[in-house]
């Protein structure tokens, strides 16, 4: 598996989207489509789109609802041809997510604990765990549930790697590259160590969609991924 840049298409608007698609041209073939273009701009209809156009698509709406409600929604991403689809890291969403994408090329991925969080953060929302005790919890869960992956930060991905081995997925968000403000992420780290630890896709957002060269900026990255460790 060998570590895949997604640009994460963190706009308002459809026509902002494809312009930024259209703007990195075959340099970037893995977009990540959240809840703010799903719910402002088209992007479940985009992403039918770029699918339709060969390219990779990344449906990150962390699902989470009775078991039904979940294996529904997944099944229906699932029919569109997406490549990921993310769930909250709880055993039972994964596993009935797990049960709605087999047979399916979706790779359904449990959401651990959000870049933006640290561990005070956590002990404000009531777990009894720091940011890295609770991923390595979720990560076992979700490879006991039979789902293609996990996202956590890029500071847990070695950890992660271990406990999952070679196949599973390790998305990692919160990637800077060198030089890059950090904004509102906590856990972050630049694309050659976040590839080194084990990560096998780096989702990377403002550093190239705010650039004012996001092509020049995606090539940057893509250089900086290219003198880390990619997992065979």
Do not use: W
Request: proline letters at 3%; hydrophobic letters at 45%.
């Amino acid at each position: 598996m060998a570590g895949e840049l997604i640009v994460a298409l963190d706009v308002d608007h459809r026509g902002e989207a494809e312009a930024l698609v259209e703007a990195l041209g075959d340099t970037v073939g893995f977009y990540k489509i959240g809840y703010q273009l799903v719910y402002g701009g088209d992007g479940l209809l985009l992403g039918r789109d770029l699918i339709a156009a060969g390219k990779k698509v990344f449906f990150d709406l962390k699902l989470l609802d009775i078991d039904n409600t979940v294996e529904k929604a997944v099944s229906a991403i699932a029919r569109i041809g997406a490549a990921m689809l993310t769930v909250h890291a709880y055993p039972k969403t994964m596993q009935a997510a797990a049960s709605a994408a087999k047979g399916s090329g979706l790779c359904v991925l449990g959401v651990t604990v959000l870049t933006s969080m640290d561990d005070e953060d956590l002990v404000d929302a009531g777990y009894g765990r720091d940011a890295v005790g609770l991923v390595s919890l979720r990560a076992r869960q979700a490879r006991e549930a039979g789902i293609g992956g996990i996202v956590c930060s890029p500071q847990e991905a070695e950890m992660v790697r271990t406990l999952l081995g070679p196949s599973m997925a390790i998305v990692t968000p919160g990637i800077r590259p060198f030089g890059s403000a950090a904004g509102d992420q906590k856990r972050i780290s630049d694309p050659q160590s976040a590839l080194r630890a084990g990560a096998s896709h780096l989702v990377v957002g403002r550093p190239i969609t705010a650039a004012a060269a996001p092509l020049e900026a995606a090539r940057a990255i893509r250089r900086e991924m290219d003198g880390g460790i990619r997992l065979a």
